[in-house]
């Protein structure tokens, strides 16, 4: 049975690969069952009697992904960014995350994330929520009323956190996280679970090893954070002294990628979820032999050479959040250099290291510290593009949930509609500048109609 059928008519933009843009003006985008069937100028005789929301010349762009970003520390953003990162969690973030053992403060706080969230240029995310399984939750079940499909974590930690915010033993952390992906199995529809140790100085060996076991078992995706921070690989280095590199240190455990991208067909989706745990362990074993386990590592702001090329050849995903490591002081990521190795990188907001949820401003950030980092640092590698900025914005992230982040056949239909009549301007300009406008220009005010998976969000 068909559950939609219907098109979008505006002017359509979105990535014909990483350095082009397409532009189709007073078009169609047809969304069937959930699913782009095109992008055409006059639509095709087997669509021309389906409903039509006409747009007039308002833009219609695929939905982008927060690749990284962290639900509890919404409640303090645009605060305490005169640290960097070790002391920032020690002072700021940790005592805040701590307040979410309180169910009736997590849900104050979380409807205003969630909220926030889905009244943003936000269509899919990977969250992190806090070491709390009530919490996580609840914050799971708001996002999956919120229409938006989003990958959450309940964060592990068992080592170097505060009295407040730690988990008793690595054991305690493993059987918590079991309980957790039991109680929410079969429980959501677009929100689905990701296995989030925090990063390796709040793990021990024993609970990495633990969350390893987990991810074969429930053939879950993981996230975490990688070489953000100098202060932060030094004591990695310290920690695990077996570690070739910080990355070793994730892979060691098996928490370390081993497949190009996150296959989200049907199957995938219901084992990644927890809904179908009687499967073929063969569909999750790479053709090397070493198990798949879909990764996103947030920063990789200084990682050296020999853990770029293992982030290449095991498929992991890099969230770069330029917002987070300006605000924090972590440095510059060599974006140029990933995006010309041809490795997957979304963008993420990091909040609350980065302060802003709207992904046209980590657009702009990433554009803006290319030019820093170029100017500065290395004039071999160029700053990145408008065209590099939305595809990484769109595709580069939402591959990481199958075929997310297009307007091309088979895509997941999300996209947004976007109303710049705001923006003035006094003479003529072309559909690329709107774009490139609204990177620097928008607000929320221009965000009109939003839609995941075929389903009306706003
Ligand atoms: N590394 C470990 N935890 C965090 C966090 O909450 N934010 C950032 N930016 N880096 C981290
Ligand atoms: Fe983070």
């Known amino acids: 049975m068909k559950k939609d059928l219907f098109a979008l008519k505006g002017t359509i933009c979105y990535s014909k690969n990483q350095k082009e843009l397409i532009f189709a003006e007073n078009s169609y985008a047809v969304c069937e069952n959930g699913l782009c069937a095109g992008v055409f100028s006059q639509l095709p005789e087997e669509y021309k009697d389906i409903p039509v929301k006409d747009m007039g010349d308002r833009l219609i762009i695929p939905g982008f992904t927060d690749l990284h970003l962290h639900a509890p520390q919404y409640a303090y953003r645009g605060t305490g960014m005169d640290l960097e990162l070790l002391d920032w969690l020690n002072t700021i973030t940790f005592p805040q995350e701590a307040k979410y053992a309180d169910l009736s403060y997590a849900k104050k706080a979380y409807s205003i994330f969630v909220d926030d969230l889905k009244h943003s240029f936000t269509t899919r995310a990977c969250i992190f929520a806090t070491l709390h399984r009530p919490a996580t939750e609840l914050l799971m079940d708001m996002l999956e009323e919120s229409g938006l499909a989003t990958m959450v974590g309940k964060v592990n930690m068992d080592r170097n956190g505060a009295p407040e915010l730690q988990e008793k033993s690595a054991q305690a952390s493993a059987q918590d996280t079991r309980q957790w992906l039991e109680e929410i199995k079969g429980r959501y529809d677009h929100t689905y679970p990701i296995l989030t140790p925090r990063f390796t100085p709040s793990c021990t060996d024993e609970l990495m090893t633990e969350l390893g076991k987990i991810q074969r078992e429930y053939h879950l995706p993981v996230q975490s954070h990688l070489s953000e921070n100098f202060g932060e690989i030094a004591w990695v280095k310290e920690l695990c002294p077996t570690s070739r590199f ?213």
């Open 246 to 458: 910080y990355g070793d240190a994730y892979d060691m455990f098996g928490l370390f990628g081993t497949k190009p991208a996150f296959n989200t067909n049907e199957a995938d989706f219901a084992s990644a979820s927890g809904l179908n745990t009687t499967d073929n362990t063969a569909a999750h074993i790479s053709s090397d032999g070493a198990s798949v386990c879909p990764t996103i590592m947030a920063h990789c702001v200084h990682s050296t050479d020999e853990e770029i090329q293992m982030i290449k050849d095991q498929g992991v995903y890099i969230a770069h959040c330029p917002e987070s490591n300006t605000d924090i002081a972590s440095g510059i990521a060599p974006v140029r250099l990933y995006l010309d190795m041809g490795l997957h990188v979304g963008l993420g907001t990091d909040v609350a290291g980065g302060f802003s949820l709207s992904m046209f401003r980590a657009m702009a950030d990433a554009i803006q510290v290319s030019k820093l980092r170029w100017r500065l640092m290395d004039q071999t590698q160029a700053p990145v593009t408008l065209e590099e900025a939305f595809y990484m914005a769109t595709i580069g992230g939402g591959s990481f949930f199958g075929k997310v982040g297009s307007f091309e056949k088979g895509y997941e239909f999300d996209a947004m509609i976007l109303d710049d009549s705001n923006i003035r301007h006094p003479q003529e300009i072309s559909t690329r500048d709107r774009l490139e406008r609204l990177v620097y220009l928008s607000d929320d005010r221009n965000l009109v109609g939003k839609y995941v998976q075929g389903r009306k969000v706003i």
